[in-house]
């Protein structure tokens, strides 16, 4: 009754509101959330009146499979469709004529290509795209929310979260102090089996993305980074696992504080404790979507 109610006509100020669905809309979800990313995007256009052709990731495509069982057994035929591949699908999907908005979470890169593709007959688009969220801390925070949240929000979903923490600035003058209680609370991250109660990360979604944090990890330590922290490791041989990783003394030239690592570590720089700085730092990136001050 809500949803029927929602898309009735309205009237306001004597014109009148009229509801109407797009059409077809075409869902590429991604593989860090392939349950929740797919409902987010399908139900709100299944309940405007829309029908929706679903395409997981490639690396996640038994999840949406499972996800669309439900749907499709309740609603009608041909509500909901299903259909896995590569980007090679995806590119035929996005420039189907019959596809009239596409709702995509992802890559950048990714995001550029749909946009281009659907510029040309000025299809509707959603995307949600990549991020290097920074977290800044003033120097009169509560330095022990501050150290676990950016632990806790680093480290989500083993860092594969496009609005988790990527870079952390704090101030100077609490630098060392803010490191020791991120070091602490950072070694209780044992990766390993997930059926282990001890494990607090699983295995990174493929080794693909387990050679991108590490490529990343090993150039800030090769410009000059510390290692303050890696938590331990349960079951290397067993899956792609990457451990808990806390850096400090990140620079802004690194791969670390510029790309998008979507892995388990905490970067931590200082800063010199004023608004500017703080502002400089944490706009000085090609990505936007979320950020955070602790003060």
């Known amino acids: 009754d809500l949803i029927q109610k929602a898309n009735e006509p309205q009237e306001l100020d004597g014109a009148v509101i009229v509801q109407e669905p797009h059409g077809i809309i075409l869902i590429c ?8 990313e797919i409902l987010m995007l399908a139900l709100p256009a299944l309940a405007a009146g829309n029908t929706v052709v679903v395409k997981p990731s490639e690396v996640a495509p038994l999840t949406g499979a499972k996800v669309l069982e439900p749907l499709q057994k309740v609603l009608p035929v041909g509500c909901v469709e299903l259909c896995q591949g590569d980007g090679d699908v995806g590119r035929c999907l996005v420039a189907h004529p019959d596809i009239a908005m596409v709702a995509m979470t992802g890559s950048s890169a990714t995001g550029r290509r749909i946009m281009e593709a659907c510029s040309s007959s000025l299809k509707r688009l959603v995307l949600e795209l990549g991020g290097k969220d920074p977290m800044v801390i003033f120097a009169d925070s509560d330095l022990d929310t501050a150290a676990e949240d950016a632990v806790t929000w680093s480290l989500y979903n083993c860092g594969q979260v496009c609005c988790g923490i990527e870079r952390v600035y704090i101030e100077d003058s609490v630098k060392a102090d803010f490191e020791a209680k991120v070091q602490e609370r950072a070694k209780a991250f044992v990766a390993g089996d997930g059926t282990d109660p001890a494990s607090k990360l699983g295995p990174m979604v493929s080794d693909m993305q387990r050679q ?39 620079k802004q030239d690194m791969m670390i504080m510029q790309e998008e690592t979507f892995g388990p570590v905490v970067a931590i720089a200082g800063f010199d404790g004023s608004e500017a700085e703080a502002l400089r730092l944490a706009n000085d990136t090609e990505y936007g979507l979320s950020a955070c001050v602790y003060s």
């Open 29 to 36: 979800s991604p593989w860090n959330f392939p349950a929740a």
């Open 212 to 250: 991108i944090v590490k490529r990343h990890v090993d150039d800030a330590l090769a410009k000059g980074a510390k290692k303050l922290c890696e938590a331990e490791v349960r079951g290397k041989a067993s899956g792609n696992f990457f451990p808990a990783t806390v850096l400090t003394d990140v």
